[in-house]
């Protein structure tokens, strides 16, 4: 199982730009279900997420070809409606082929999913959902069963704004009769970019973006392409690594506008930004100020850039705070940095942390999610002398050669084998 090593002290210096959105990609992925036909992806990240999606999609009877980020979809007329356990259970994204399957073919039969350890993320607005449009559901031995002649419109009024549920609920109406409106939907980037796609093949749909969605459905579609918009975590993760080293980054081929709540944090932190269109430059401050931060669905401050966030708290003055609405259990990457130096104490759901310049120490630690393995990176660049991080296949599982965009800025970083 390989290992990263990295030796903290060198300022991060250049320019860098961000692969395709992971959390835009699988979704993205899994829409190409809806409609027959050769569908094409660009600027898709090279990950274990989007190999694992590959994998389910070849077991349903489609055949992808990925090269240079362009992911290539043949999809037949017909398709298995069976996604097994040992495809599903790599990530929680997998329970995303349900609506598709059901909406197009009247049945599916999917494994409740695996993925990362960050608290339950219950599918059951998920199945709700369907059920308020038809389906027949039932949960047996692990699996999701669902059947329905046709699925029809209605009004679906989600108690939270669930991504995932946004997502299936909108593939799902896509191809269900009549009209579908789903309040308190989420409004990440992740879902207009959805959003687009379904509309190219040939939905109508308002609203994205905005917490109410409507979406005509059709009784087919047509397969169509579309290039995934930049990863917004993976920007303000390079973004952070920046600044924690004191060093001058540009970061480009991002979408500023997707990071306002994470920006207007780094801001009050004495980070200095210099923001354009595509690219986002960071030079150090000349000392960083401690904050509070609550995690909040988009716009409020994302939930997957709290712990990247925690570690450049470790070097602000004063005492700073992170409050996690969204997921229970996403603060398992305070032990470890805790074993780097770090001063943080838990209170419920807020963690505050206690900073201090040059406070990190290397040591072993071990990644216990994706967003923490990146955190440890993090820190262990500012921290003195080697921190090596276990468990990385979280890291690789949704960002693209991370430790090599690292290296042409500067860090003392690499992989090693087990």
Do not use: W
Not at 314 to 343: C, D, P, W, Y
């Amino acid at each position: 199982m390989d290992k990263m090593s990295i030796v903290g002290g060198q300022k991060l210096q250049g320019t860098v730009a961000v692969s395709g959105a992971k959390n835009a990609a699988l979704p993205l992925i899994f829409s190409t279900l809806l409609a027959e036909g050769e569908h094409r992806l660009s600027h898709v990240p090279d990950l274990m997420d989007v190999h694992s999606s590959m994998q389910l999609m070849d077991s349903l009877g489609c055949q992808c070809h990925f090269e240079k980020g362009v992911l290539t979809i043949n999809v037949p007329n017909k398709l298995e409606t069976l996604a097994h356990y040992d495809q599903v259970r790599k990530m929680r994204a997998s329970i995303l082929v349900l609506g598709p399957l059901l909406a197009r073919f009247g049945e599916a039969r999917v494994s409740l999913p695996g993925g990362c350890a960050i608290g339950a993320r219950p599918v059951g607005m998920h199945l709700d959902g369907l059920q308020k449009m038809g389906a027949q559901i039932d949960v047996v031995a692990g699996y999701v069963e669902a059947k329905v002649d046709r699925l029809k419109g209605c009004t679906i009024d989600l108690p939270f704004a669930t991504v995932g549920g946004t997502e299936n609920l909108m593939m799902a109406a896509s191809l269900a009769e009549g009209t579908t409106l789903i309040q308190n939907a989420a409004r990440e980037p992740e879902i207009v970019d959805l959003a687009n796609y379904l509309q190219s093949m040939g939905v109508t749909i308002h609203g994205a973006g905005t917490s109410v969605l409507e979406i005509k459905g059709q009784p087919r579609l047509k397969a169509s392409q579309h290039q995934v918009i930049p990863d917004r975590i993976e920007a303000g993760t390079l973004l952070v690594a920046a600044a924690i080293t004191g060093g001058d980054v540009t970061v480009k081929n991002c979408r500023p506008d997707h990071l306002q709540s994470f920006l207007d944090i780094l801001k009050k932190m004495n980070v200095k930004l210099s923001i354009g269109e595509d690219f986002i430059r960071v030079e150090a401050g000349e000392s960083y100020k401690a904050v509070g931060v609550v995690t909040e669905p988009y716009p409020g401050f994302p939930t997957d850039l709290q712990a990247q966030l925690m570690a450049l708290m470790t070097q602000a003055k004063g005492l700073s705070s992170i409050t996690e609405n969204v997921f229970e259990n996403r603060f398992m990457h305070v032990s470890e940095l805790m074993r780097l130096g770090a001063k943080i104490v838990i209170e419920g759901k807020t963690a505050r942390i206690e900073g201090q310049t040059g406070s990190l120490v290397g040591a072993p630690v071990m990644a216990t999610d994706l967003r923490a393995s990146a955190t440890l990176i993090l820190a262990g660049l500012v921290a003195k002398g080697e921190t090596v991080v276990s468990r990385i296949y979280h890291l690789d599982r949704g960002y693209e050669k991370l430790e090599n965009k690292l290296s042409q800025l500067g860090a003392e970083i690499k992989r090693v084998k087990s």
